[in-house]
Antibody, heavy 119, light 111 residues
Framework: EVQLVQSGAEMKKPGESLKISCKGS????????IGWVRQMPGKGLEWMGL????????RYSPSFQGHVTFSADTSTNTAFLQWRGLKASDTAFYYC????????????WGQGTLVTVSS | QSALTQPRSVSGSPGQSVTISCTGT?????????VSWYQQYPGKAPKLLIY???NRPSGVPDRFSGSKSGNTASLTISGLQGEDEADYYC???????????FGGGTKLTVL
């Protein structure tokens, strides 16, 4: 069974750093792109970008380029989303999602990680 | 790029059919066969319902169907059930991995 399990909720202060994780199982982790999606409180879904775990090829949405970093550890089948310098506006649910082989949709999703940034 | 345009809400009675529209441009919905639809319950992760315009993943009931005409894609839910009450999002992959657009979401109420 394909599963993506994300790390737990986080509370941080503005300016702090954070790294959240997304662990894949039930499939060959290195063969599928992983996408990241933001959902701010009460709002819709926003595309952040993708990482290909096999070679860490990353593609960022222009809206998030420079503010977040994607990475992956193939030894633990885990993808990561990282911030250096959180802002209050980063408060949101963050979802990882496995991409279909054609990279035209997201077929399996993690349960989401709530990140709260507040002074 | 702007988000795709969806109605904020739709409603229907059990057993009826409802259609949710998703309007984009020639550069996204109209230009590619890469429209997908997701169902999201409050506090839960989205779930893939339709991919590549009109394909259903295994396990998704055939009450859910997708189509596209020009720059507008549609999700039709037939034989509405109470469990269909949720938020629905369309999505268009635009041929570059960096430009993936979601619709603003549509809240479906089953009366």
């Amino acid at each position: 069974e394909v599963q993506l399990v994300q790390s737990g909720a986080e509370m941080k202060k503005p300016g702090e750093s954070l790294k959240i994780s997304c662990k894949g199982s039930g499939y060959t982790f290195t063969n599928y792109w992983i996408g990241w999606v933001r959902q701010m409180p009460g709002k819709g879904l926003e595309w952040m970008g993708l990482i290909y775990p096999r070679d860490s090829d990353t593609r960022y949405s222009p809206s998030f380029q420079g503010h977040v970093t994607f990475s992956a550890d193939t030894s633990t089948n885990t993808a990561f989303l990282q911030w250096r310098g959180l802002k209050a506006s980063d408060t949101a649910f963050y979802y990882c999602a496995r991409q279909t082989p054609t990279v035209t949709s997201s077929d399996y999703w993690g349960q989401g990680t709530l990140v709260t940034v507040s002074s | 790029q702007s988000a795709l345009t969806q109605p904020r809400s739709v409603s229907g009675s059990p057993g009826q059919s409802v259609t949710i529209s998703c309007t984009g441009t020639d550069s996204d919905v109209g230009g590619y066969k890469y429209v997908s639809w997701y169902q999201q319950y409050p506090g839960k992760a989205p779930k893939l319902l339709i991919y590549d315009v009109n394909n259903r993943p295994s396990g998704v009931p055939d009450r859910f169907s997708g189509s596209k005409s020009g720059n507008t894609a549609s999700l039709t839910i037939s034989g509405l059930q109470g469990e269909d009450e949720a938020d629905y999002y369309c999505c268009s992959y635009t041929g570059t991995y960096t430009h993936v657009l979601f619709g603003g979401g549509t809240k479906l109420t089953v009366l």
